[in-house]
């Protein structure tokens, strides 16, 4: 018997509104032949106090209890994990990535964006790259693998697994990262994007190898960088920069804190522009970097890391936001763009625009809005799940 979670009375109206996260609070008790039945990642169904079927999901330790696979009564066996993506394979065909010869990366599996809460997929080339963040989808990772193969057929030659980063720690899983399928004699390919090249390693780059969410970002820069001089703070491996010059930038300067990120944006730099490429690169803390830049930039772009991971340090991470734009918007020169970020999850829109906002006030400049960024149609956010829209951007002009 699949062990069944009850909720406790009216704590399944979310649930009714098919959002597809349990919270520990919502739980009243749990049936189970067996402790050992649930465990972190166990199959679980949910249902209501007075014993009406919602959901079947994976059991986790800690806030979210159950991410939720399917709000239907069925089996999730390997014809199940085909069909889910199948359907994210055919929503990657409706926006036009899975043919396009100037785009070879892309998001496969968006999490609950794509009904697979606890699974990121990104295709680099013919190689996919498998993430898990919880427990019940890793344990699912050779079905997924399956799947994979069994959409792709002939196109994948590789899925690698590289989720040892992203489990729950507390779960002491004894990742490995390693191919599920297929081996690779190469651990990197060279992808485009837009027609521009960049080299991406799975194995050993951040996340699964290159920051796919910024596509559409990454080209609106190119169209806002003719005659300009860039600077690029967390640069990792350049794709900000490498838009930049390709949009006929003056000069591109790319600072990131790690040595082996700015090696390799000037390594795509190179790629894309041979030696002769009008690009400098500084190793260091970009927040440190931005005390004295002067004048000398009229395009910042300013691409930080999540300052907030969750919500216990939302405060701290709204007054780093604050001072890095405000030290952008003091010094970059009159009539310049700026190009800021958060990736934050617990950062909403409207939290982050007001930080800039403040930002702009200390900095005494006039500033227009002129874009408000999201991230692009293959990172998709579920309408039930708005906490999927986790990526943010505004693009300002300053006089």
């Not at 898990?132 to 994948?156: D, F, L, W």
């Not at 194995?203 to 596509?215: M, N």
């Not at 930080?355 to 702009?360: D, G, K, L, M, N």
């Not at 708005?386 to 951007?393: A, H, I, M, R």
Request: proline share 3%; net charge neutral; glycine share 8%.
């Amino acid at each position: 018997m699949i062990p069944r979670i009850y909720l406790r009375k009216g704590k399944e109206e979310s649930l009714a509104r098919r959002h597809p996260w349990i919270f520990s609070g919502a739980i009243d008790y749990i049936e189970a032949e067996e402790e050992a039945q649930i465990a972190e990642g166990a199959l679980v169904e949910i249902y209501t106090r007075s014993g009406d079927f919602i959901a079947l999901g994976h059991y986790q330790i800690g806030s979210i209890a159950v991410r939720v696979l399917s709000f239907e009564r069925e089996e999730i066996d390997q014809t199940w994990w085909n069909r889910r993506i199948a359907v994210a394979r055919d929503v990657r065909r409706a926006l036009g990535l899975l043919d396009d010869p100037q785009t070879t990366c892309y998001r496969l599996v968006h999490g609950e964006g794509d009904s697979l809460p606890g699974l990121v997929v990104d295709i680099y080339g013919s190689a996919a790259v498998v993430q898990c963040h919880s427990v019940g989808m890793y344990r699912s990772r050779r079905e997924i693998a399956e799947a994979i193969r069994t959409a792709y057929g002939e196109r994948i030659t590789a899925i690698y697994d590289k989720s040892s980063q992203t489990l729950p720690y507390k779960a002491d899983l004894g990742a490995v990262d390693g191919y599920l399928w297929g081996t690779s004699n190469h651990a990197s390919q060279t992808v485009l994007e837009h027609g521009e090249k960049f080299v991406v390693n799975w194995e050993k780059g951040q996340k699964t190898g290159f920051f796919l969410d910024q596509r559409e970002n990454r080209e609106l820069v190119k169209r806002y960088a003719q005659g300009r001089t860039v600077l690029n703070t967390f640069c990792y491996t350049g794709g900000f920069s490498v838009y930049a010059l390709s949009g006929g930038a003056k000069e591109v300067c790319s600072v990131d804190s790690s040595e082996r990120a700015v090696a390799l944006a000037t390594e795509n730099m190179r790629l894309n522009f041979g030696d002769s490429a009008a690009h400098t690169e500084v190793v260091a803390d970009a927040v440190e970097y931005l005390r004295d830049i002067g004048d000398r930039y009229d395009l910042i772009i300013l691409d930080p890391p999540a300052f907030a991971k969750h919500h216990k340090v939302l405060g701290n991470a709204m007054q780093g936001y604050k001072r890095l734009n405000a030290r952008a918007l003091s010094q970059i020169k009159p009539g310049g763009i700026l190009f800021t970020f958060s990736c934050s999850q617990a950062v909403s829109k409207e939290l982050f625009r007001t930080t800039v906002f403040s930002a702009a006030a200390i900095a005494g400049r006039k500033v227009r809005i002129l874009h408000q960024l999201t991230q692009p149609a293959d990172h998709p956010i579920d309408i039930y799940h708005p906490e999927g829209e986790y990526l943010k951007g505004l693009v300002l002009y300053v006089e």
